[in-house]
T-cell receptor, first 112, second 112 residues
């Protein structure tokens, strides 16, 4: 019974393509996040949504567009993929203003 | 700029001994600190946390110590077990801000 799930687990694609990563949480949490772990292993927040509303948008290129159809889902769409987008992307969720985060298993994106 | 630093990329400890993972931070406004544990191909999982009003928090084999004057915290695991082999991320948060700043992680190897 996975709490935070992401699909796909691996994604290999060519530069210039558009791709989406899906995330779902069954914990009833109000807030969902996308994090990027780059080659230097830093986990950096990209976006945060609370009840389908965008709360945090770090300095992420416009090519990245999160979409939250409901509070249990936060999908990440990436347009015109670039080599530098290669990373592991983690979805996470938490109760509003809660300190802890529940992370998904990650999606390893490789852009060729 | 690294606000949360884990200067040891890896650490090897004999099973049964104490593992000490260190973390330094630069932002004196951080008021909450967390440790996450990550196994390969999985997302980080929350382990233990400490508020800045405390200097120690213990949970079973895990104890986190906070030295605010030195802007330093450490995670002690005793006794270390094989299942503790993982990457440990130190993280910090400010004023219930939704952003959690992560360190780069320390890979802990527990030796038989």
């Amino acid at each position: 019974d996975t709490a935070v799930s992401q699909t796909p687990k691996y994604l290999v694609t060519q530069m210039g393509n558009d791709k989406s990563i899906k995330c779902e949480q069954n914990l009833g949490h109000d807030t969902m996040y996308w994090y990027k772990q780059d080659s230097k292993k830093f986990l950096k927040i990209m976006f945060s949504y609370n009840n389908k509303e965008l709360i945090i948008n770090e300095t992420v290129p416009n090519r990245f567009s999160p979409k939250s159809p409901d509070k249990a889902h936060l999908n990440l769409h990436i347009n015109s993929l670039e080599l530098g987008d290669s990373a592991v992307y983690f979805c996470a969720s938490s109760q509003e203003f809660s300190r802890g985060r529940f992370f998904g298993p990650g999606t390893r994106l490789t852009v060729l | 700029d690294q606000q949360v630093k884990q200067n040891s990329p890896s650490l090897s400890v004999q099973e049964g001994r104490i593992s000490i993972l260190n973390c330094d931070y630069t932002n004196s406004m951080f008021d909450y600190f967390l440790w996450y544990k990550k196994y390969p191909a999985e997302g980080p999982t929350f382990l233990i946390s400490i508020s800045s009003i405390k200097d120690k928090n213990e949970d079973g084999r895990f104890t986190v110590f906070l030295n605010k004057s030195a802007k330093h915290l450490s995670l002690h695991i005793v006794p270390s077990q094989p299942g503790d082999s993982a990457v440990y991320f130190c993280a910090a948060q400010q004023n219930r801000d939704d952003k959690i700043i992560f360190g780069k992680g320390t890979r802990l190897h527990i030796l038989p």
